[in-house]
């Protein structure tokens, strides 16, 4: 079956490591998206791109780096500049840009600074 | 900006009644749509309904419809016969084209047996 692969589940970070999440995609979709979701704020883009070797800054970048070096993978590191990581990760991907296209979305990375 | 509003932190209806969860967005653009999706205790996201702006006719989905009021910036989710599995997050979006999603702050909705 097609869908969105999150890995892992659960991941813990001693202060001061990167972290690296990732995401993984059989649909064949071209954009692929990171969101950040915190209880009561909703989900924030972090980024987002839209091919292969392309991507852009979200709403909250700062402190987070991507790549996209195959149409599958979107790769996400939390790296030591990000001050707050603690918060559950979600990726997504979509056909495309139209405003009718909606996300499939993984199941989500729960990170927790320790 | 594009920004959801969804008043609603919590809601709890009764199994078999019907609920309403509200949302409200703001926009200049003419283009667009708008979704609801839903977030079991799983996490997992999944899409409820979806409604393009140009069309006038409320978007349904089962016992899933919408209220879209375009001039009101309103765009409110029904939930006919609620059943213990509604029981979830509830998250309004708006999206145009070329664009990203803009999500609501969630409806976490009770369903009481």
């Known amino acids: 079956d097609g869908g969105i692969t999150q890995s892992p589940k659960y991941l813990f970070r001693k202060e001061g490591q990167n972290v690296t999440l990732s995401c993984e995609q059989n649909l064949n979709h071209d954009a692929m998206y990171w969101y950040r979701q915190d209880p009561g704020q909703g989900l924030r883009l972090i980024y987002y791109?839209?091919?292969?070797?392309d991507f852009q800054k979200g709403d909250i970048a700062e402190g987070y780096s991507v790549s996209r070096e195959k149409k599958e993978s979107f790769p996400l590191t939390v790296t030591s500049a990000q001050k707050n990581p603690t918060a559950f990760y979600l990726c997504a991907s979509s056909w495309g840009q139209g405003a009718g296209y909606g996300y499939t979305f993984g199941s989500g990375t729960r990170l927790t600074v320790v | 900006a594009q920004t959801v509003t969804q008043s609603q932190p919590e809601m709890s209806v009764q199994e078999a009644e019907t609920v309403t969860l509200s949302c409200t967005y703001d926009?200049?653009?003419?283009?667009?749509?708008l979704f609801w999706y839903k977030q079991p205790p799983s996490r997992q996201m999944i899409l409820v309904i979806r409604q393009e702006a140009y069309k006038q006719q409320n978007a349904t989905e089962n016992r899933f419809s919408v209220n879209f009021q375009k001039a009101a910036k309103s765009f409110s989710l029904k939930i006919s016969d609620s059943q213990l599995g509604d029981a979830a997050m509830y998250f309004c979006?708006?999206?145009?084209?070329?664009?990203?999603?803009?999500f609501g702050t969630g409806t976490s909705l009770t369903v009481i047996p």
């Open positions: 926009t200049s653009e003419s283009d667009y749509y």
């Open positions: 979006a708006y999206k145009i084209s070329g664009n990203q999603f803009y």
């Open positions: 791109s839209q091919i292969v070797n």
